[in-house]
């Protein structure tokens, strides 16, 4: 234990202040001196704080990030929804090459030139794969 000596003074004395040997102010019961600073326990409390705030800080963080992401995806369509420009046109282009036979009118064509057949996707693969086979038959 560190002793301490406290020293009297007298304002405007013009000497050096008088030292008063054993002059300590112990706490009851404990050996150290009221002065004194419990170091070990402040710097485990401010070892705390400090990971407390650490840990506040980042969980913040991970939460605005994370609602700030929600907020987006709710905001924002998908491109491929139909209430976009890309969207509309993709739906349109499936329809029309998965939509049963039809018919299509040609531009700038009069009368029954105008129109031109549509087929699905599959059964027009399924025709021009008949038509190559049988040139191919009747080439050998």
């Known amino acids: 234990?560190?002793?301490?000596?406290?020293?009297?003074?007298?304002?405007?004395e013009a000497k050096a202040p008088e030292i008063i040997p054993g002059a300590e102010h112990l706490e009851p019961g404990a050996t150290t001196q009221a002065e004194d600073i419990?170091?070990?326990?402040?710097?485990?409390?401010?070892?705390?704080?400090?990971?407390?705030?650490?840990?506040?800080?980042?969980?913040?963080?991970?939460w605005f990030y994370n609602a700030d992401?929600?907020?987006?995806?709710?905001?924002?369509?998908?491109?491929?929804?139909?209430?976009t420009p890309f969207g509309a046109l993709v739906i349109t282009q499936e329809k029309e090459l998965t939509d049963p036979v039809g018919w299509n009118d040609r531009v700038g064509q009069p009368g029954q030139a105008k129109k031109i057949v549509r087929e699905p996707i599959d059964r027009a693969i399924d025709a021009t794969a008949k038509e190559y086979a049988q040139a191919q038959a009747s080439a050998k």
């Open 38 to 62: 419990n170091i070990p326990l402040v710097a485990t409390v401010v070892a705390f704080f400090a990971v407390l705030l650490a840990v506040a800080i980042v969980s913040l963080q991970a």
């Open 1 to 12: 234990m560190e002793h301490r000596h406290h020293v009297k003074t007298i304002p405007g």
């Open 69 to 83: 992401a929600a907020e987006r995806a709710r905001k924002q369509l998908s491109e491929y929804d139909p209430n």
